[in-house]
């Protein structure tokens, strides 16, 4: 029975319980609607009556028809002035209407009907701006500082006006032609407008008027039939349903004491939390012993979980819009696969349970999120991400047209959900470079810093080619050779790639005591002491170190440097040490000292790198002498230890073993023997 490992450390589950609380309190504190319900679609539950009183909700559309209708109509807004019915009053007595004096009482009765209905200058229309129409044909007037909207058929123009005076005093038998009196004592002169128009006041009222659209319309009253048990929901029954949806969940969500409510979430918050433990416990149990690995991985998930709760209060509408997918490409950029895509799919498990559409969006990210995850190795550099962008719209799309069909609906129209999808999509390029911050923050190493750190034009492997030719050709070989080991196993195979050719960058701060580096006929450690040598050898790994702090390599690369030999002797001048009669004792010059490999990528880079120079010396390089190469240098670091602090099975190391083997008879195959061409 295999052995369980449970990480004690505080440090395990410290995290895990602050994560844990702040679930349970960010969790949504009213119940949810538990109805899923489309337009076009069958009403698939029981018949639905309203257990209160509702307001019907417009929709977005008409909403916005009514602030249309609105911003094409003004209201024209004037003040009664007092001034001009005075004045106006005033001429009339002054004026001298001969033998119709005696019927001034008459016109004045006349001009006072005509201002206590008001006169405006002309229809109207003329105060309107250009395009707009007279919102029903009604006015306001103030006047004794009150408003009133009134017809405008109630009020009088100036000619109006005119025509009323004429019929009035014509009605009144005044004695004389009524026109003629008018025109020769100018009284039709003497009628103004005593309505007049505020401009201002009427773009202010205007403006509110159309910002302010009242948000209901109508009420739904309690016992109500509101659908029923396999009836077509159409747009007047999905209102309906919405207004309800909304007033339950904003006020009567939940009924029941709030003990309840709580506990329900501390245990769901509790269920989502143990799942994401063991995900991470059956995938790579050793990033418990990484906390800032550990902490990220807990930090992405509650990224995910803060953005899906806080999209869905603000508007569930816009969760189309929200880039999940960038979760899968925060994780792939720091873990393996087999990581990843568990962790990604417990990151979407709110979605699916406290969203409104929680199934279709859970479907849709994930297998958006699976597409991501694949083509991101693909195309993860510049713009090649927005191939990546363009795959995963098509995707969401394709997902999002499949649930409309299984609707009943033979095709969608609404643009707006498919214009969410793609901004959503490309959201994902625009949140890429986060992933720089949170290596920062974090303290890791992407994947792609490092395809970055293994391309051989950065200026620290250019000096490498440069001063220590030999050595970065060494670099080289061993990468090769690495990188098919790593494959074998599962092993983080860009890690080991920059692992080998940074590990012996020390080197080429004495190039010339390496004896892949060394100039025909010049021999650098004759003259040296065995001690001596070994001192210059060993010091090209203080040195290395020394250069990676320097060009600010990552640590887990610097790991590299200060393992891959380990705690083993410079074995060709220790054994010249003693046989020269050295003290046994007296020999810690010739050890390194570094640290034993931890991880099976860094047993990798010790194994190939040993086996690199070892086969340059061989004489005989047949099946058998590579084979006894291989297994010679791994039990060599066997017995001295190397191995026991290290992260690899007895299984992995046999599979690294038989590739290192097909790989080295591969490099140094045998070559024929071209004959020699006859003189004819």
Known sequence: MPKIRINHSYKVYLPLAVLFVILAVIFPRVGKFNYDYRKGSPWMYETLIAQFDFPILKTDAQIQAEKGALGSSVIPYFRYSETVVHDRTALIEKLDLGACNTFKPQIINAFDRLYESGIISESGTEYLPEGKTMDGNVIFVQKDRRAKKIPSSEVYTVREARDFLLLFLTEAEIGCNADSLCKAAGIYDLIKPNLLFDRQTTELVHDESVNYVSPTAGIVNAGQLIVSNGEIITAEIEQLLDSYKAEYESSLGYSGPRIWLWLGNIIIALGLVAVLYFAIYFTNYRIYDNPNTYTYLLVIFLLSTVMAMAVEKAD???????????????????????????????????????????????????????????????????????ITAIIVFFVLLVIYLAFRLIDGISGF????????????????????????????????????RLTE??????????????????????????????????????????????????????????????????????????????????????????????????????????????THHGTTCTAYFYNKYINEGGDRNDADDFFYKGRKPTTKEQIIIMLCDTLEAASRSLKDYSAKSMSDLVERIVKSKMNDGQFEDADISLKELNIVKNVLKSYLQQVYHARIVYPKRLKG
């Open 453 to 562: 750190l293994t391309d051989t034009n950065n200026k620290l492997l250019r000096d490498l080619a440069h001063k220590a030719p030999g050595t970065f050709q060494h670099s080289l070989q061993v990468m090769n050779l690495a990188d098919a080991a790593a494959r074998s196993i599962d092993a983080n195979v860009l890690l080991v790639r920059a692992g080998a050719l940074y590990h012996d960058i020390g080197k080429m701060m004495n190039p010339q005591c390496f004896i892949e580096n060394e100039n025909l006929g010049v021999r650098y450690h004759d003259g040296l002491s065995p001690r001596e040598s070994a001192v210059e050898i060993i010091r090209h790994v203080p040195d290395g170190m020394a250069l990676a702090d320097k060009y600010k390599l990552p640590d887990i690369v610097k790991e590299f440097i200060i």
């Open 316 to 386: 569930p509408e816009l969760l189309y819009m929200t880039p999940f997918t960038l979760i899968a490409l925060y994780l792939v950029a720091f873990f393996k696969k087999r990581v990843v895509l568990p962790v990604y799919i417990i990151s979407l498990l709110p979605l699916l349970v406290f969203s409104h559409n929680g199934v279709e969006l859970f479907v849709m990210y994930l297998v958006a999120g699976v597409v991501t995850i694949f083509f991101a190795e693909i195309y993860n550099r510049g713009w090649k991400q927005f």
């Open 413 to 448: 129209n609404d643009y707006r959900i498919i214009l969410y999808l793609f901004i959503g999509s490309f959201l994902s390029v625009a949140g890429y470079p986060l992933i720089y911050l949170f290596e920062r923050l974090f303290m890791l190493v992407s994947n792609t």
